[in-house]
Nanobody
């Protein structure tokens, strides 16, 4: 059973923007480190970004640095992933995941709670 809920995905043209949201019905997301992962067709899931609790310096995979921004609104119990200057290679299912100990080392196995994912398609 998924404990997190992602939203905000969709179809966007190259150069466009999307903002993904990660919510946690039933538990206090502010107490958790939250990571965003993505899985493109035929590829392994990869970590995209992570933010600790309390909010510390976030981490980003090199391919999204300068384009994506992770943030958290603890009052609303939401973590966001703002994605700008989107490229076709950003097309993937995006997942948020949570743990209680931090962003490092950042492997999937370090995150016990996951959402179902939201599709992001970048295409003209």
């Amino acid at each position: 059973q998924s404990q997190l809920v992602e939203s905000g995905g969709g179809l966007v043209q190259p150069g466009g923007s999307l903002r993904l949201s990660c919510e946690a019905p039933g538990f206090t997301l502010s107490a958790y480190t939250v990571g965003w992962f993505r899985q493109a067709p035929g590829k392994q899931r990869e970590g995209v970004s992570c933010i600790g609790s309390p909010a510390a310096t976030p981490t980003y995979v090199d391919s999204v640095k300068g384009r994506f921004t992770i943030s958290r609104d603890d009052a609303k119990n939401i973590v966001y992933l703002q994605m700008n200057s989107l490229k076709p290679e950003d097309t993937a299912v995006y997942y948020c995941a949570a743990n209680l100990f931090g962003c490092y080392p950042g492997d999937e196995a370090d995150f016990p709670s996951w959402g179902q994912g939201t599709q992001v398609t970048v295409s003209s």
